[in-house]
């Protein structure tokens, strides 16, 4: 029984495969499209229809979801007349990539909705899978009762650039706390501590940073930047300790050498009274 709009999905990836499911499993006539057909047999035998071509999955249905490997993948598939289809694109790419295609889309007839999935395939149909779109409001408002279907969604703004630009920028905060973990496990691990006994630390220190972030959020909107919890000068002492051992330790000294780094250029541009976020200003810089 299909009960609700319908949805025509291009790319069965991993995550291509599991919107689709999760479109199925809200009850949604699903038709599928992938350059590689066996990867759509698991969907079509949970009632999906396969089609022959990008386009005759375009004209199956009013809501097309797109998941390939780049824009250059979506241009080529999108390479016919879109009218009045709605095209939401949830492949990675840039901003001005997003906000290029969204005006090829418009021009081709059809409408535009950029997206990024904040979430691991297995997640994808459940609360905890977080969607993030840019583009059109009452676009957005239109077809979020389908959208729902695969996760908790976010309106991040009518820029279609927008979506993309907080995954870049959420990508680099998950790079960069994941690289953290890496690096302070190849540190313990000279002490024979494995990465499952630091691991519960490790999680403190996490929850502690995330405690500081809604008043680091207001410093750096507000430029200011109270030493509240300490100064730079003090962060560079200990930074200076972290080189030192590691490099002792013959563990690899990139990471705190760069922190270091930057540091050290906020304190010489006269922030080394100042508290940490201060270094807001070095990453505003090219």
């Given at each position: 029984m299909?009960?609700?709009?319908?949805v025509a999905v291009l790319g069965l990836g991993l995550m291509g495969s599991a919107l689709a499911g999760a479109f199925l499993r809200a009850g949604h006539q699903t038709t599928v499209w992938n350059?590689?057909?066996t990867k759509a047999d698991d969907l079509v035998a949970r009632g999906a229809t396969l089609a022959e071509s990008p386009a005759a999955a375009i004209?199956?249905?009013?809501l097309v979801v797109v998941c390939v490997s780049d824009y250059d993948a979506v241009t080529a598939i999108l390479d016919g007349a879109l009218d009045g289809r709605v095209v939401v694109n949830l492949t990675s790419g840039t901003?001005?990539?997003a906000r290029a295609l969204a005006e090829e889309v418009v021009r081709r007839g059809g409408s535009y909705l950029d997206g990024g999935v904040m979430a691991v395939p297995e997640a994808i149909g459940t609360a905890d899978a977080v969607l993030a779109y840019s583009g059109p409001r009452p676009l957005y408002d239109a077809?979020?009762?389908t959208l729902r279907g695969l996760g908790t969604g976010l309106h991040l703004g009518d820029d279609p650039g927008l979506a993309a630009t907080h995954e870049m920028a959420t990508l680099v905060l998950m790079w960069g706390m994941l690289d953290g973990f890496l690096n302070g496990a190849a540190i313990v691990g000279t002490a024979g501590v494995s990465a499952t006994a630091y691991l519960s630390i490790a999680r403190r220190a996490i929850d502690t940073v995330a405690g500081w972030l809604p008043d680091y959020a207001r410093q750096a909107?507000?430029?200011?930047?109270p030493a509240d919890d300490g100064t730079i000068d003090t962060h560079l002492a200990a930074m200076a300790h972290v080189v030192e051992e590691s490099e002792s330790l013959g563990v690899n000294?990139?990471?705190p050498r760069?922190?270091?780094a930057l540091a050290e250029r906020a304190a010489n541009a006269g922030h080394g009274g100042s508290g940490y976020v201060a270094l807001m200003e070095q990453f505003r810089k090219p």
């Open positions: 299909h009960t609700g709009t319908p350059r590689t057909t004209a199956a249905a009013p901003p001005s990539r077809h979020e009762s909107d507000n430029g200011s930047y000294t990139e990471l760069l922190v270091k």
